[in-house]
C-alpha cells in the first residue's frame, strides 16, 4: 500500500511559479513509477507529467514542455513538480500518482495504482 500527500498549491498570478511536493509513505519508493496529473472544473483528469524510478527518464504534456518540470529524490520519497511561466489555464487541483513499475511513460489514469488526494493551484491574470 501506497500513501501519497501532495503540498504546495495555492493562489499564484500568471507569468509565477510554483513547486508542488508529494510524499510517499511506502518503503521502496525507487520501485515506482510517478506521475503528475490535473483536473479542472469540468473536465476530465489529464496527464501533466511522469518520471522514471530513477529520475533519468521525463516525460512531458506538450502543454507544459518547456514550463513545468518533474524530479524525485528516492532518499526523501518525494517527487516534485516545479511549474514556471505559470498560466490561468493550469488551473486546476492536482494530483501525484504511483504506479508500481520502475519505468517511466505511462500517461493514462488507469495505468496508475495509487493516488494523493490532489492540490489546489490558481493561477489569476
Known amino acids: 500500500q501506497v500513501q501519497l500527500a501532495e503540498s504546495g498549491g495555492g493562489l499564484v498570478q500568471a507569468g509565477g511559479s510554483l513547486r508542488l511536493s508529494c510524499a510517499a509513505s511506502?518503503?521502496?519508493?525507487?520501485?515506482?513509477?510517478m506521475g503528475w496529473f490535473r483536473q479542472a472544473p469540468g473536465k476530465e483528469r489529464e496527464f501533466v507529467a511522469s518520471?522514471?524510478?530513477?529520475?533519468?527518464?521525463?516525460y512531458y504534456a506538450d502543454s507544459v514542455k518547456g514550463r513545468f518540470t518533474i524530479s524525485r529524490d528516492n532518499a526523501k520519497n518525494t517527487v516534485y513538480l516545479q511549474m514556471n511561466s505559470l498560466k490561468p489555464e493550469d488551473t486546476a487541483i492536482y494530483y501525484c500518482?504511483?504506479?508500481?513499475?520502475?519505468?517511466?511513460?505511462?500517461?493514462?489514469?488507469?495505468?496508475?495504482?495509487?493516488w494523493g488526494q490532489g492540490t489546489q493551484v490558481t493561477v489569476s491574470s
Open positions: 500518482a504511483a504506479r508500481g513499475a520502475r519505468s517511466g511513460g505511462y500517461y493514462a489514469t488507469n495505468e496508475y495504482d495509487y
Open positions: 511506502v518503503r521502496t519508493f525507487s520501485s515506482y513509477a
Open positions: 518520471i522514471n524510478w530513477s529520475g533519468a527518464s521525463t
